[in-house]
Structures are given as C-alpha cells and as structure tokens.
C-alpha cells in the first residue's frame, strides 16, 4: 500500500466515544475521502486496565470497522504514555529532570527511557498487539511510540550514560585530554564521576564537550529505545514496515533514520495569511527537504493540523490545500492530520481536527480536507516518485549543539538555523529542489554543497568535502567554520580548521559588525559578521569597504581540483544571495525552471513530471510558468500543472 497510494487521515483515538460515533466516524470519513486511521497513539491505559488486565474489545471492533470501510490503519504501539498504575506501581519508570527530583506522573513522553521495567513492558506491549493484530489486512504501517524528545536523569540513565562514555573513549586518560578537563580542576580520576551536565546556573554546564557527549547519548539512547520494540515488531509481523514520527529538534533524527523504515514528520506551520508566511512556508519546506534527504526517499507527513483552534486568526480558504500540496511537493506520500476528531476534553480538546464537535461534515475545514482527497486521488501517479536534488545544504545537529555550547562566543541571538535559511532560500525563491543533510550523509550526488556555518568537523568530513570539490564539485561555506572538533575541543592551528587548505584562507580574527562589500561593482551593505580574513592562494572576488580591515577578502573562490570552494566572511540580505547564488548555480549547471527568483512569497516544485507552484504572498502574484504563459496565483493558493 505505501508508494502505491497516498495515505489520506490522521490521528484517532475513538476510545473516548462509544460505537455510535465510530459509525459515524466511518461515514465521514468516506466524504472526507479519508482512507487512512492513525490509533493507538496513547491507549495505554484502555488497553491495560491495570496490570495484567486486558481490554481489547474497542480496538479489535475499531480494525472490523476499518476492514469493513476499506481503509488502512496505522497502529501506534502506546508507549509514549505509559498507564497511572505503572507509575505508581513502578516509580523507576518514571523520568527525573536535570535537577535529580523524579517527576510525577503527568502530561505525557514521562518515562525514562533505560528503565528495564519499562523496556520490558514495552516489549510486552508490542508483542500483544503484533500478535493480535499484525496479519489484519487493514494495518499498512506501525507508528513506534510517538515524537520522543528531552532526557532523564535519573540513576539508570547516568549509569547508562557512564557506560557510553567508557565504550567511546575508552581510558580516562583518553576522556581527560579529549574533553580538556585540565580546566578549572575538572578531571575525572574514577569513571564512576561521570554525570549529565544541567543547565546554567546550577549545576555543571560549563564543559563543552561534557553537553555535547550528553547530547550524543541521548540520541543514540532515543534509537535504543525505538529498537527495544522495532525488535519485537519487526520479528512477528517482519512485512509490516516501522516509523516513529519526529517533532521537535532535541534529538539527532540522523541517528533514527537507518533504524526506521519510513521517516515521518509532525509539521505545524502557523500561517496567518501576513508577510511571515512566506518564511514560515519556507521554514516547513526545509524541514521537508530534511526529512526526504535522511534515507533519500519518499516520507510521510503523519501529522499537520487540518483547522485552526477557536481564538487564532483562522486559516484563510485555500491554505489548507496550498500547505498539504507543499508536503506532497517536497515528497511526502500522505498527508495525515492530528486530529481526526475533536478531543472530548484535555489537552487537544480545541486542537484543530477534520471532525469538530459539531460533528459535521459541511463545515470549511472538513470541505476542503475531502478537497485534499480528491486531489490526492488524481495525482496518484506521483506517489512513491522520489526527488533528486542537484544541491544539499548542511545542517548538521552535532554542530548546532556545538554552537549552542560554545558560552563565551558571543553567538546570542543569532541563531545557526537562521543562517542555514538565509542560504536554502536563494534556492526556495527559484524553486530548486535542496537536500537537506547532516554533515555525514554522502556528498557524492550533488553538484553544489552548502555549508553555513560549519564550526564543528565530525570525523572524516573536512577529507569528504575535499574530495568532493576535487571531483568537480561547488562549495560553499561562511565565518565561523572549522572551529572545534567532535568534541568541541578547539582545533589547534586556527580557522576554518581542516578546510584551509580547499578554501585557501586564514581567518584571522571575527568581528560581530555590520559593514558593507563590494560585489559585482555594486555595495552591498553585510548583516551581523564580517571576518578578517588572508587569501592564501584563493582568489579575492569581494572586499570590506569599512572598518580597519576596509580592502580586506570578504568572499575568496579558490580553485582546487576540478571544483571551486568559496568562503562568505559575512552574513546577507535575501537580495544579496539571491544574486550570489544565481552565479553559482548558473557555473555548477545546476537543473532549474526558473534562472530567477520568483515573485516574492512563490515557489514552486516538480515531483514526478507534475509541478506545484504555490503562492505563500499575502497578496495575488503574477508568475511567468515555464512555459512562457502568465498566470496570476491569488495569496496561499496552488496551481498543478
Ligand atoms: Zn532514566
């Protein structure tokens, strides 16, 4: 069923209704042309009463109902909330903040995630459900747990975490010279000394590459967990392909995307038909192009809000369709909601859903959901095609962590995901399909790569990007890279570190100062950086034209193999990249519609010979289609062609 038709849904949790709605529910969805139902997601708790006590009854009637309507289900395994009486009975499974207090039980992603007890449970819990109803013919796909996130501190995870750290490292003479602990008296003389770092000002969050290794940890403890039930899954039901949806950024999804079969991706961008669209849009496309690039596939969008919640500036007509259309476009093979129906009560009581509780089936939001279906019908040709950019741009998590740690750089307020935008746009606004990848992925399948900010060289990188410029290829990196290793430990011998040589530069000294180039005899006024820099064998295409470094390289090009490697020393406007950009794209040969940026708040995308171009502009734009046709696209619409 997956790449041979969109899932077209969301999320549901009929436990909290009785039979006459899930009747209801399935008539609707039919109108909706809905042909997917997320359940389980946090049914812990009514599928084991108390310990031991099963109850099966609404669930197994739910998958009769599914059966009987033609529709596929997606089934979670309920380990993102675990029951009140495990918490209660077994407090170890419950997580302990940085602070060490173990927290009650509440909200929801409230465990700890080394706890045997809770593993174990777990275990048993997937193995239920495979075994109940892993060969029903409705379940295409299993949902593992649910958008994992933040840490535990607790004494099974220091231990867990102590046991990492002597695996990597190995001796403590080792951990001692790598993390720098000759530092204000840090060293360790006992591996049992070893604890998580907490945040300013209380407790230890002063080493750098103490935060960074804590970090690490956690992600690859995140993927342990996922695979203490992917086990028990993959082994009863073996055809049944695994996600785990990714949410929030806490953890590095690049650890996740070899343990999964099919990446997912819960995405809210909040338009609210103003100027910022356009940069929310482009927000959510990066993400896109993320969560596509981890395993260079088709992914699944498995969570997006069909309506706007009571009190918000609501979602104008048509942007439903435009920001779904945008999921497809960039490569998602459904487009799945949270939620299906309103929340009775709690949490997501006023959460946007399909159904809300008037229960209707005419209301806005719901006509143009069944809308999304339809069109997801007719373009059914496309599901399952891939996309294959010409260009990736680097946005490594290990090196965000390293930036975020680095306390005495003076980077506040400016964030390195801002700066990893202010380059993907100069391709968003001509609607050029970017990769976005961490700095380990393979490099070998792009004519261009684009490193904002590389302050952190992972092993082997700084060699990878040599090759890859040395083979022909374009590259591009900025101030403030090649600073620490992967351990955040500066790099001995200056900036941009193991990347002087390809670059042919020095970075000498980096002024946090607005100031102004000269490029292709225009001035340019530069945004929050200038870096003093020596050419040393690059060529000099621009110069600072103020301060005491005025003449001075601000972008150098140096030849190197058959490839070019160019160094931006400042930060830029939108008017600038789109103009530096267009000369790199132009020489790198890269594969376009569009030379030049669309109108302001337009882009567009090609999937499978179809192309979407979308208008996130507050206003109606004019846009030349490529086949020399004018058309005009009204604000937060999409054209197909
Ligand atoms: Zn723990």
Wanted: proline content about 4%; overall charge negative.
């Amino acid at each position: 069923m997956l790449g041979k038709q969109f899932l077209h849904g969301g999320d549901y949790n009929p436990e909290q209704w009785d039979e006459t709605i899930w009747i209801e529910d399935m008539r609707l969805a039919k109108l909706a042309n809905v042909n997917t139902m997320t359940i389980g997601i946090f049914s812990w708790s009514m599928l084991e009463l108390t310990e031991g006590e099963y109850n099966w009854g609404w669930m197994d009637r739910i998958f009769e109902l599914l059966n009987e309507n033609g529709m596929n289900a997606i089934l979670a395994t309920p380990s993102a909330a675990q029951p009140r009486w495990m918490s209660e009975k077994y407090p170890e499974v419950l997580r302990v903040e940085h602070n060490r207090v173990r927290q009650e039980h509440k909200v929801r992603v409230n465990y700890c995630l080394s706890s045997p007890i809770y593993r174990q449970k777990c275990r048993e819990m997937s193995r239920l459900l495979a075994e109940r109803y892993g060969k029903n013919p409705a379940l295409v796909l299993w949902h593992v747990s649910n958008e994992y996130h933040e840490d535990c501190h607790c004494d099974l995870c220091q231990q867990a975490f102590r046991e990492w750290v002597q695996e990597r490292y190995k001796t403590l003479d080792n951990l001692n010279e790598r993390w720098g602990t000759a530092f204000w008296s840090h060293r360790y003389s006992d591996w049992s000394e070893i604890r998580s770092p907490q945040p300013w000002p209380a407790g230890e969050w002063s080493m750098m590459s103490l935060g960074v290794a804590w970090k690490r940890f956690n992600s690859e403890l995140t993927v342990d967990f996922f695979n203490n039930e992917a086990k028990v899954l993959r082994e009863v039901t073996p055809n049944i392909p695994l996600t785990s949806n990714i949410h929030t950024w806490d953890v590095n999804w690049r650890v996740l995307t070899d343990a999964v079969d099919i990446v997912s991706y819960d995405s809210y961008p909040r338009f609210q038909v103003d100027d910022g669209d356009y940069e929310r849009s482009l927000h959510a496309s990066f993400k896109y192009d993320y969560m596509r690039a981890l395993k260079r596939q088709p992914f699944i969008l498995m969570e997006n809000n069909p309506s706007s919640p009571p009190g918000t500036k609501l979602r104008r007509p048509g942007y439903h369709i435009t920001k779904t259309m945008q999921a497809v476009s960039a490569g998602s093979d459904s487009v799945l909601y949270f939620q299906w129906r309103n929340g009775k009560t709690s949490n997501e009581m006023f959460h946007g859903a399909v159904v809300n509780h008037d229960g209707r089936g005419d209301t806005r939001a719901f006509k143009e959901v069944a809308k999304v279906g339809s069109m997801l019908q007719d373009l059914e040709s496309i599901c399952g095609t891939n996309i294959d950019p010409d260009v990736a741009v680097i946005y490594d998590e290990e090196n965000h962590w390293g930036i975020e740690f680095s306390t005495m750089a003076r980077w506040d307020g400016r964030s390195y995901m801002n700066q990893v935008h202010s380059h993907y746009r100069a391709f968003w606004n001509r609607g050029i399909a970017v990769d976005v990848i961490p700095s380990v992925k393979d490099f070998s399948h792009y004519k261009v790569l684009v490193a904002p900010v590389l302050y952190m060289f992972l092993p082997g990188v700084a060699e990878r990007i040599e090759e890859f410029v040395k083979n022909g290829g374009t590259f591009v990196t900025t101030f403030w890279s090649g600073y620490v290793d992967e351990d955040n430990h500066a790099i001995s011998g200056g900036a941009p570190g193991y990347m002087s040589k390809v670059l042919g530069i020095r970075s000498e000294e980096l002024d946090a100062c607005a100031n102004e180039i000269d490029f292709k005899g225009h001035t340019w006024k530069t945004e929050h950086f200038a870096d003093v820099i020596h050419a040393e064998g690059a060529e000099v295409i621009s110069t600072f034209k103020k301060e005491y470094y005025k003449g001075s390289p601000a972008i150098t090009c140096n030849s190197f193999g058959d490839g070019k490697a160019y160094y931006m020393s400042s930060s830029h406007c939108e008017e600038f990249m789109n103009v530096f950009y267009g000369d790199i794209i132009k020489e790198a040969g890269v594969d376009t519609l569009y030379s030049e940026p669309l109108p302001k708040g337009v882009t567009c995308r090609e999937r499978g010979g179809k192309l979407f171009v979308m208008n996130f502009a507050p206003e109606e734009r004019i846009v030349k289609l490529p086949n020399g046709e004018t058309t005009t696209i009204d604000a937060g619409q999409t054209l197909i062609l």
